[in-house]
């Protein structure tokens, strides 16, 4: 599922969205011994302390689309499926699950003895009450489709289920990598006021212990996690909303762990011996991509020929170089470069001020008073938010209003604390254009962020409709022949190219800083934050101790 990427500092094991790294960089050079723990004894204890941006808006998973929630509500609940260090789709939860009727029918068989922390056993009336929920038009969630495409469920006893399909559904096994709900708990309950939106019922690695709002969430470690206890005592979550101030925390030795170093950090700050001596850095291709968003309401953004315009006025190049110091990718729509859904016969839109102006002026914006673009009176002057905290945004923002103002288009740069850009303006549609990003799932199906039916209670906030685009992922999500879900998606990326709904600008390396201490570590195509219930620290290293339980 798609998540609304903050810039968030740090990755924990979220089945609601997993990182899909094909290309896995290391600095410096290869992993050393000592790093993965290879040849010692894991010990137990000590605590690892991680930052993100955004304060948390919702701890039951499916109510909430920002990644600092589903950050930390991975820690605490658990799915039938999940991948594994490969991306190979295997049991977690379920004890076996079969694919039957070619691929229409799924029956999945939980395993016993797993239990919530209030003493319930996880059984199939969990699954069904999930599915029930998801599928209930009342639920607040924006990822009701997967489960709205399941003909039938039966729960067929305790511990088995079954989900029925019309026609095999590319994305089924996805939807039950998603979070089971406990049905005792949650049955009966408002969704948006219930206290388990602050306070969740746990059965996975990790329980909520403490949150202080705006400042950290502490979560202790569950010594019956049904895989086995962590090794961690203990995760501390600190709310910084500054990458910045983040990095400073870092380095004086007040976090362990943090992601999305800027490209500032990563070439010059973090290559320092002494950074080098506490800290080790990996990099890879981030599963997400930033983009320039406008509100199709707005009648400045509502002809195609505008947003082409702009987005051969905007020089990719030089946001990669300036913004991200040359740590990302250019892209050309909702894919990363190396994804097999990925068009590469489209080319993208040349930098070329001329023909963006030749552009305006066929949908009737020529050059008024101030130098700024005029049509019926009207000057092209617009509000461009970002969420504050999040530097390479906002110095992409800069560069973006630079080059727009080069073509006589005025940009006024607001940024917003986290929380309060998603709920007031991005998700109500209250906003001219955004820089925002979209943390990217396993498969390509982009159903809720781009299909006209998401528009009003979904993720299509910019308001995107377009009867061809809707065909193409209604048809993709219908096979599971990926070289025919290929066709589809090919297509669809030509019309978003064509009708530019958003300035697709770039794919960013994601690099993450760990201290050394921590063993276990196992670099994978899946990432480096896969297998984090494993990571120990040598008991003469530890830096906390806490009496666990």
């Not at 996975?204 to 470690?221: C, D, F, M, Q």
């Not at 800027?262 to 070439?267: A, V």
């Not at 929380?419 to 396993?442: E, N, R, S």
């Amino acid at each position: 599922m798609p998540k609304i990427a903050g810039g968030r500092a740090a990755r924990g094991p979220c089945f609601l969205f997993l990182f899909f790294v094909l290309a896995f960089f290391c600095r410096p050079g290869r992993i050393a011994a000592e790093e993965t723990g290879a040849g010692q004894t894991p010990a137990y204890g000590d605590t690892r302390i991680s930052a993100m941006i955004g304060e948390p808006s919702n701890l039951i998973p499916y109510l909430s689309s920002d990644s600092s929630s589903s950050e930390v509500a991975g820690h605490f609940y658990i799915a039938p499926l999940k991948y594994d260090r490969d991306l190979q789709v295997i049991p977690y939860a379920a004890e076996s699950f079969s694919l039957l009727e070619e691929g229409r029918r799924l029956r999945f068989t939980l395993k016993k003895g797993i239990f919530w922390r209030d003493g319930v056993e996880v059984t199939a009336d969990d699954a069904e009450f999930t599915y029930r929920m998801m599928t209930d038009p009342r639920t607040p969630t924006a990822y009701a489709g997967d489960f709205m495409i399941i003909r039938e469920f039966r729960k067929l006893d305790r511990y088995s289920f079954e989900a029925v399909y019309e026609k095999p559904f590319p994305r089924s096994l996805n939807t039950w990598m998603g979070a089971l709900l406990p049905k005792h708990a949650l049955e009966g309950q408002d969704l948006r006021n219930t206290s388990l939106i602050r306070s969740p019922l746990s059965c996975g690695p990790y329980v909520l212990s403490e949150w202080e709002p705006g400042a950290k969430l502490t979560l202790n470690v569950n010594p019956d996690y049904f895989l086995g206890r962590p090794y961690i005592d203990r995760l501390i979550y600190r709310i910084i909303p500054d990458v910045t101030t983040m990095f400073l925390e870092l380095k004086a030795g007040k976090l362990d762990v943090m992601g999305s170093l800027t490209g500032l950090q990563y070439s010059r700050q973090a290559t320092e011996a002494a950074f080098q001596k506490e800290f080790a850095t990996y990099r890879t291709l981030a599963s997400a991509y930033t983009y320039l968003g406008y509100n199709l309401k707005s009648p400045l953004f509502s002809d195609a020929r505008v947003r082409r315009a702009i987005a051969h006025a905007i020089n990719k190049a030089d946001i990669i170089k300036m913004a991200l110091l040359g740590q990302g990718e250019p892209t050309i729509g909702p894919y990363k470069p190396d994804a097999w859904a990925y068009n590469h016969e489209i080319s993208d839109y040349a930098h070329d001020p001329e023909k963006a102006l030749s552009l305006f002026a066929e949908a009737g914006w020529k050059p008024g008073r101030a130098g700024l673009l005029e049509k019926d009176g009207l000057p092209f002057s617009f509000t461009l938010l970002t969420n504050q905290g999040n530097e390479q945004r906002v110095k992409t923002a800069i560069i973006i209003q630079s080059q727009l103002k080069a073509v006589g288009v005025e940009v006024k740069i607001r940024t917003v604390e986290w929380a309060a850009f998603l709920k007031q303006f991005v998700m109500p549609g209250y906003f001219d254009a955004i820089i925002l990003g979209w943390t990217l799932p396993q498969d390509p199906d982009g159903y809720d962020v781009w299909h006209s039916s998401r528009r009003e209670g979904g993720l299509n906030f910019i308001g995107y409709a377009d009867a061809e685009a809707d065909a193409c992922l209604e048809a993709a999500r219908s096979t599971l022949d990926q070289s025919v879900r290929k066709k589809y998606y090919d297509r669809f990326q030509e019309i978003l190219h064509r009708d530019q709904p958003y300035c697709f600008l770039y794919v960013p390396y994601d690099i993450s800083a760990v201290q050394r201490r921590f063993r276990g570590i196992d670099p994978a195509p899946a990432g480096i934050f896969h297998n984090t219930e494993q990571w120990w620290a040598p008991l003469d290293e530890q830096r906390y101790r806490i009496s666990a339980g």
